[in-house]
């Protein structure tokens, strides 16, 4: 739990505030007092989502659903207010962590508590389809561990058994992993309560392993093995490897109700086992927490305009205070703060408190080159920065080189995290090190901004990660400009998609949101190349046969996107050809030849050269270097001016010098 912040309200509906609970893109959890005295955790939701009737409509569903449960094993609603600017609710406050938050700190449960657990979950999903709902995202993040056992909360997406969805058709609601084949498929069995044991079955296997049935990676793979593959169940304990395949079975009907696995699971009828169910350090953990709410007192009352307090400094938890702020700023594309503003004045003769950022890069490895686009970015923006007139304080910059390592980069983010001069972070510079930067930077309070690798929105609302910032759309947005181009800009009747096998895991969300979204909203024909096959001359000539007038290539290797180059004007097609930025290497200029004339590509990153407002920063570039940003360098450059608005903001609250 965490302090309030000025921004924070002191009651909401009568419940007095006493501190933050989590936050996360959709709203903040505070824990209060309610009036009557007793502890309770109020979900409140952020203004411009409730503006959206469908989100709101969900929200009092929510409500509606979880005020219709009384059982021992369900969070109930004991008040809310759906109708409010800022839509909320109030259940009891359970005081233990998530299951998910028990088994990343302390790794799986035992098989006694991993049975205890499911029994008493079965009986919750029992209670919540005897009252006609389905819950539809039974995960580990959904499940509070108490003293006497779990809690299965947060009903915003349950609806009754049969009931039409309120989401657009075709829409999977649910979480990636923890979701059964029938929720993953459009245009299938509509989810019932069979979905909600299919779900239990993974969290089970979660709870005893650690990890998923279904694996990780990007939302779109793990759906797609979730439907097509058997659950990896590696590690998991004899005596559970029986009820958890029957919980996994693909066919709804196949799959025990929560009675039978209730009564599967059980060891003890009487009852007799609910105590003492947790292993050794997680009793101790929600003793602790129970203790520190219940001496909680009340806070001073919290004002969006209070006046700051007399020679308050800067320190990081104050920089994270505001990192709300900081995620709405952030956009999906560059953005050029520091520019425009004052330009080229000689430092301040004042005396100037200095900042320093830090930036953990790849430098020497194999991604050495986007580490020293984002190191050369950065150091501009520090250098333009320090040479405004009307700077409150001067930047500096820490550069630590992980080299692509794993083990080095465990090491560098320790090293900067120790370093009370860093107040912000930015990096790493290649996707396999975020999870390990992202946890060590929330445990130091240190803010982290991701500026090009990949952030999934389901890590984004991990507890661990709450200091991230991301910057750039995930991965699975790739399909969005190819379908305004086609569209808009080139618009086509009908779209040709050609599907590499060998893409990988970027390719799957790219085919799966063209076939349901086409561009012209027209019809799309895909012609996929099997993994070990080159047959583009193929592909290329069942599209022409299709009647496509645009050609896209979801796939990731540029010689292959080369070959498919070669293959479209070997056939003659002269409509538009799109990818995506992987192939956009330039080894599908050398391997395409006079092919590649014409071609387009998706990407994250700005080309600076084409957006006028960054003409200043491509010129000083190129003073300084003898060649034009390379990508990346401009969103770096714009992650300084993001985090040097936040630390402005904050001056203005109360100084700015270091904490």
Request: include cysteine.
């Amino acid at each position: 739990m965490r302090a309030l912040t000025p921004a924070d309200p002191a009651a909401i509906g009568g419940n007095r505030l006493l501190g933050r609970l989590g936050s996360g893109g959709m709203g903040t959890v505070y824990l209060a007092r309610s009036a009557a005295g007793t502890l309770v955790a109020v979900k409140v939701i952020r203004a411009d989502h409730a503006q959206n009737p469908d989100f709101r409509a969900r929200f009092r569903r929510e409500v509606e659903a979880a005020g219709q449960l009384a059982g021992r094993w369900v969070v109930p609603v004991v008040a809310a207010d759906p109708e409010a600017h800022e839509p909320w609710l109030a259940t009891p406050f359970v005081p233990g962590p998530s299951l998910a938050e028990a088994v990343g700190a302390y790794g799986p449960l035992p098989a006694r508590a991993v049975r205890t657990l499911g029994a008493r979950l079965a009986e919750a999903l029992a209670q919540v389809h005897a009252a006609g709902l389905v819950h539809r995202d039974v995960k580990p993040g959904n499940i509070l561990l108490a003293p006497d056992g779990p809690r299965l909360i947060d009903f915003g997406i349950a609806r009754s058994e049969g009931a039409a969805t309120l989401t657009a058709a075709d829409a999977v609601l649910g979480t990636p992993g923890y979701l059964a084949p029938e929720q993953a498929r459009t245009g299938g069995t509509a989810a019932g309560a069979a979905s909600d044991v299919f779900s239990l079955g993974c969290v089970l296997a979660y709870a005893a392993t650690g990890h998923g049935p279904f694996g990780g990676g990007h939302a779109a793979a793990v759906v797609y093995r979730t439907v097509h593959d058997e659950p990896e169940l590696a590690g998991l304990p004899a005596e559970l490897l029986e009820p958890v395949l029957a919980c996994l079975a693909k066919d709804p009907a196949a799959r025990p109700t929560p009675a039978e696995l209730s009564a599967v699971l059980v060891e003890d009828p009487s009852g007799a086992d609910a105590e003492d169910w947790l292993p050794p350090p997680l009793p101790r953990l929600i003793a602790e927490r129970s203790t520190r709410a219940l001496d909680l007192p009340a806070p001073e009352p919290t004002r969006i305009d209070a006046p700051p307090a007399a020679g308050r400094g800067l320190t990081r938890r104050r920089l994270f205070a505001v990192g709300a702020g900081l995620a709405a700023i952030g956009a999906p594309t560059a953005w050029f703060t520091t520019r425009g503003r004052g330009g080229g004045a000689a430092p301040p003769a004042r005396e100037l408190p200095t900042l320093t950022l830090g930036l953990q890069a790849d430098l020497t490895g194999p991604g050495k080159a986007v580490g020293q686009a984002h190191e050369r970015g950065m150091r501009l923006a520090v250098e333009r920065h320090n040479g405004r007139a009307d700077a409150a304080f001067r930047l500096a910059l820490r550069v630590a080189d992980d080299g692509g390592d794993p083990t080095r980069a465990a090491q560098v983010v320790k090293e900067l995290a120790a370093d009370p001069a860093v107040v912000a972070l930015t990096g790493p510079t290649w996707d396999a090190a975020v999870p390990e930067m992202a946890t060590a930077c929330g445990t130091a309070d240190l803010a982290l901004l991701l500026v090009s690798v990949d952030s999934p929105e389901t890590a984004l609302s991990q507890p661990e990660w709450r200091t991230v910032c991301a910057t750039r759309p995930a991965g699975d947005k790739f399909a969005l400009p190819v379908i305004d181009y086609l569209s808009r800009v080139r618009p086509v009747r009908r779209t040709g998609l050609v599907e590499d096998a060998e893409g990988g895991e970027p390719t799957w969300p790219l085919v799966r949101t063209l076939q349901h979204t086409p561009p012209s909203l027209g019809p799309i024909s895909v012609h996929r190349v099997p993994v070990g096959s080159s047959d583009f001359a193929g592909a290329a000539r069942a599209l022409i046969d299709a009647g496509a007038e645009a050609a896209v290539y979801a796939g990731t290797s540029p010689q292959r996107a080369a070959q498919l180059a070669r293959a479209l004007t070997d056939a003659g097609f002269q409509g538009p050809r799109v990818g995506i930025q992987h192939a956009m290497e330039p080894a599908f200029l050398t391997d395409a030849g006079p092919a590649a004339e014409g071609w387009v590509f998706s990407a994250l990153f700005t080309d600076p050269s084409a957006v006028p407002a960054a003409a200043e920063f491509v010129a000083a570039h190129r003073a300084a270097h003898g060649d034009p940003p390379a990508r990346w360098a401009t969103e770096a450059y714009d992650a300084v001016g993001l985090m040097t608005a936040g630390l402005t903001g904050l001056g203005r609250r109360g100084g700015t010098g270091r904490g």
